[in-house]
């Protein structure tokens, strides 16, 4: 109810409305309609399912979803039938959807999720529906994620979907041995095989579950062909490409190996094969340059313990024909333990043609973001970079008269503040940086003089000094 306040009493025409929101108003409303249903009190439709009567109130059950809004305002039949028959849906689910309506309230069990799930997206009851794939969520487990995942595509939950996938991926070598696994379709399968975020230790486990499901049903013997494409059969170990899968006469009389006849059969698992025995090959010779067409089925998957960084090699070969330039571009893998959680790797980028480059900035692998950090001392001229941990070494360099520099600086990049540190022994210019421990290493380098320095120099942080190492590089 709106109250009216004065605002200035010399003129009484001068009244302001304010709007009071009571709290308990929606409760006790629904609490009301509920009491009129169970009373049978204005009650002008009766939901019947399977013998069972439900009376209700078409203007409650039209504000619940958009399927009896449909019903009952678009001149359909039931629009002027006292009595309406709900087919496709179990009593028990609409008992619980009507209670849904009048009071808020629904009891979401494993006996009756599914159900449950099925009523209210045939009725539209979204709220019903979203609570039902929160509740599976929630439950989910290496037992029950595959068949979870079928329900969550099957009435287009997508967060469910999406969720149950992530699932199956980060588990797999668990699930694909069950049941359900087994009894998937092809084009699901192939959504799993082909994923790069498919958790496992080897490849070998995703071409022996591929086995599995070829084992499960014979229909499958005909759209093998399309599992195996998205196998990343180059990276299977040698001797089980070779031996397992390459020898199939050996094998073919066997009746556990007998679904390796369709690969030798199919023309198109024949070729993968070949193309990953080609692959393998090059390897070994360290042909690299020929692997360039084999990027989708040999890169490796991003597990979530698998960081990626992408570099580009320009090298430049300089004659008397003139000067040629070739580019490689190299994809590397770090494989962490998977108790450790993803960090932000740090990339410097130095000198290229002449242009320096002082940036220093960090990717991080979750959110695939880059962000900046600060800048090298030197400017990035000739200076060597190495992290350990949060704190990041910089030594020697050029300094802006073109000589050489003995300077060493580290930074926190917590607090991104540079400190300077004790200077090297020996001037040097694109010295090898390393740690050792809690050790500092500064290996060789170029002179002065532009000759190669052959010193080794160890920087040990708890006295802050430098000392030259009895031996040189070779």
Same mark, same amino acid.
């Given at each position: 109810?709106?109250?009216?306040?004065?605002?200035?009493?010399?003129?009484?025409?001068?009244?302001?409305?304010?709007?009071?929101?009571?709290?308990?108003?929606?409760?006790?409303?629904?609490?009301?309609?509920?009491?009129?249903?169970?009373?049978?009190?204005?009650?002008?439709?009766?939901?019947?399912?399977?013998?069972?009567?439900?009376?209700?109130?078409?203007?409650?059950?039209?504000?619940?979803?958009?399927?009896?809004?449909?019903?009952?305002?678009?001149?359909?039949?039931?629009?002027?039938?006292?009595?309406?028959?709900?087919?496709?849906?179990?009593?028990?689910?609409?008992?619980?959807?009507?209670?849904?309506?009048?009071?808020?309230?629904?009891?979401?069990?494993?006996?009756?999720?599914?159900?449950?799930?099925?009523?209210?997206?045939?009725?539209?009851?979204?709220?019903?529906?979203?609570?039902?794939?929160?509740?599976?969520?929630?439950?989910?487990?290496?037992?029950?994620?595959?068949?979870?995942?079928?329900?969550?595509?099957?009435?287009?939950?997508?967060?469910?979907?999406?969720?149950?996938?992530?699932?199956?991926?980060?588990?797999?070598?668990?699930?694909?041995?069950?049941?359900?696994?087994?009894?998937?379709?092809?084009?699901?399968?192939?959504?799993?095989?082909?994923?790069?975020?498919?958790?496992?230790?080897?490849?070998?486990?995703?071409?022996?579950?591929?086995?599995?499901? =070829?084992?499960?049903?014979?229909?499958?013997?005909?759209?093998?062909?399309?599992?195996?494409?998205?196998?990343?059969?180059?990276?299977?170990?040698?001797?089980?490409?070779?031996?397992?899968?390459?020898?199939?006469?050996?094998?073919?009389?066997?009746?556990?190996?007998?679904?390796?006849?369709?690969?030798k059969e199919s023309q198109?698992?024949?070729?993968?094969?070949?193309?990953?025995?080609?692959?393998?090959?090059?390897?070994?010779?360290?042909?690299?340059?020929?692997?360039?067409?084999?990027?989708?089925?040999?890169?490796?998957?991003?597990?979530?313990?698998?960081?990626?960084?992408? =570099?580009?090699?320009?090298?430049?070969?300089?004659?008397?024909?003139?000067?040629?330039?070739?580019?490689?571009?190299?994809?590397?893998?770090?494989? =962490?333990?998977?108790?450790?959680?993803?960090?932000?790797?740090?990339?410097t980028v130095g000198r290229?043609?002449?242009?320096?480059?002082?940036?220093?900035?960090?990717?991080?692998?979750?959110?695939?973001?880059?962000?900046?950090?600060?800048?090298?001392?030197?400017?990035?001229?000739?200076?060597?970079?190495?992290?350990?941990?949060?704190?990041?070494?910089?030594?020697?360099g050029r300094n802006r008269?073109?000589?050489?520099?003995?300077?060493?600086?580290?930074?926190?990049?917590?607090?991104?503040?540079?400190?300077?540190?004790?200077?090297?022994?020996?001037?040097?210019?694109?010295?090898?940086?390393?740690?050792?421990?809690?050790?500092?290493?500064?290996?060789?380098?170029?002179?002065?003089?532009?000759?190669?320095?052959?010193?080794?120099?160890?920087?040990?942080?708890?006295?802050?000094?430098?000392?030259?190492?009895?031996?040189? =590089?070779?």
């Amino acid at each position: 109810m709106a109250k009216r306040t004065r605002v200035d009493a010399a003129s009484p025409s001068c009244l302001l409305d304010e709007t009071s929101k009571l709290g308990q108003h929606p409760n006790k409303l629904l609490e009301g309609l509920n009491r009129l249903r169970l009373n049978k009190v204005f009650c002008d439709v009766i939901l019947c399912c399977d013998g069972q009567e439900f009376p209700c109130h078409r203007v409650v059950l039209a504000s619940l979803s958009s399927y009896f809004e449909a019903m009952f305002t678009t001149g359909m039949l039931e629009s002027t039938q006292e009595r309406v028959n709900v087919d496709g849906v179990e009593p028990e689910v609409v008992d619980m959807l009507v209670h849904f309506a009048y009071t808020s309230e629904v009891s979401i069990s494993t006996a009756n999720v599914q159900v449950l799930l099925a009523g209210a997206n045939f009725m539209d009851v979204t709220d019903v529906r979203d609570a039902c794939c929160d509740y599976m969520e929630h439950h989910m487990n290496i037992n029950n994620c595959v068949e979870i995942h079928h329900l969550a595509d099957k009435y287009s939950c997508k967060k469910l979907e999406k969720s149950s996938m992530d699932y199956i991926l980060e588990y797999f070598s668990v699930i694909y041995k069950q049941e359900e696994f087994l009894s998937i379709s092809v084009d699901k399968l192939t959504e799993i095989v082909s994923s790069d975020h498919l958790n496992v230790p080897v490849e070998d486990m995703v071409f022996d579950a591929a086995l599995l499901w =070829l084992n499960k049903c014979t229909d499958h013997r005909q759209t093998f062909d399309k599992v195996l494409e998205h196998i990343r059969l180059p990276l299977i170990g040698p001797s089980h490409l070779h031996t397992v899968i390459g020898s199939l006469d050996v094998v073919e009389e066997s009746q556990g190996c007998q679904s390796l006849d369709v690969v030798k059969e199919s023309q198109g698992c024949q070729r993968f094969i070949s193309e990953a025995k080609t692959y393998q090959r090059l390897v070994s010779e360290a042909e690299g340059h020929h692997l360039l067409s084999y990027r989708s089925t040999a890169r490796p998957r991003r597990t979530t313990a698998l960081v990626q960084l992408e =570099l580009l090699l320009l090298l430049v070969k300089i004659s008397e024909c003139g000067m040629k330039v070739y580019y490689y571009r190299l994809l590397i893998y770090s494989d =962490l333990p998977p108790s450790l959680p993803l960090v932000e790797v740090i990339v410097t980028v130095g000198r290229v043609a002449v242009t320096s480059f002082d940036a220093v900035e960090s990717f991080n692998p979750r959110t695939k973001q880059w962000r900046a950090l600060t800048c090298l001392r030197s400017g990035g001229k000739g200076s060597s970079i190495v992290a350990s941990g949060s704190v990041l070494y910089e030594a020697g360099g050029r300094n802006r008269d073109g000589s050489f520099s003995k300077e060493t600086w580290c930074c926190d990049l917590n607090r991104i503040k540079w400190l300077r540190m004790a200077p090297m022994n020996e001037a040097r210019c694109g010295c090898g940086l390393v740690m050792l421990d809690v050790y500092l290493f500064a290996l060789g380098g170029l002179e002065q003089n532009n000759t190669s320095e052959k010193s080794v120099e160890q920087y040990d942080p708890s006295t802050n000094t430098w000392q030259l190492m009895k031996f040189n =590089l070779l």
